[in-house]
Each structure stands twice: as C-alpha cells, then as structure tokens.
C-alpha cells in the first residue's frame, strides 16, 4: 500500500491519539501533504495540511488540537491529535494535497470519539 494510516481507535471525549502514514513510494518529500477526515455520510475533507517547506495550516474546527508533522527520513507523516470531541469522528486519510494530485487512497485509519 502506497499510503498506509494507522494510530486510529476509540477514545472518550478530551482523549488523544496519534496518527501515522506511512509513504512507501517517498511521495512526500516533495510535496505538500494532508490528512483528511470522512465523517461517517459526510464528504472528506482536509483537516491538516503541512507543506513541502514545512509550515502548517489547520482546519477551523481542530486548530489549537490537532498539530501536524512529518519525518522526512521516515517518509511519514504525524497527526497528534488532543482534547478529542465526538464530531472528530470518522476515517482519517492522508495523501498530497491539494486534492487534484490525489495519489490513489489507502484504506485510513478509524477514529472513534465517545461523549
């Protein structure tokens, strides 16, 4: 699997967990990369962004939660994720950003938040 997700699992309400994809093609290095969220009969959309040069940029709704990171030698990218609420639910992906150079989904990772 080019874009491997893992970290998911189910957390009560102010919980934490952190994410990892894993890029075995090194796509990463020279792109910029997100991790999206697909709420359950919602669209996915992006949640955190972190670009080639390295700045961040958040959603609205998980900014001062959620950070973003990358290690570069592992060809992985990191989403911590705090202070966890029940509308973080869903399937988390991750893949370049923006969507257009969408490389093909890996199967995410699930994240569960009980209130």
């Known amino acids: 699997v080019q874009l491997q997700a893992s970290g998911g699992g189910s957390v009560q309400t102010g919980g934490s967990l952190t994410l990892s994809c894993k890029d075995s093609r090194k796509i990463f290095s020279n792109n910029h990369v997100a991790w999206y969220q697909q709420a359950p009969g919602k669209q996915r959309e992006m949640v955190a962004i972190?670009?080639?040069?390295?700045?961040?940029n958040y959603a609205d709704s998980v900014k001062d939660r959620f950070t973003i990171s990358r290690d570069v030698v592992k060809n992985t990218v990191y989403l911590q994720m705090n202070s966890l609420k029940p509308e973080d639910t869903g399937v988390y992906y991750c893949n370049v950003w923006p969507l257009a150079y969408a490389r093909t989904w890996g199967q995410g990772t699930l994240v569960t938040v009980s209130s």
């Open positions: 972190i670009f080639k040069f390295g700045n961040t």
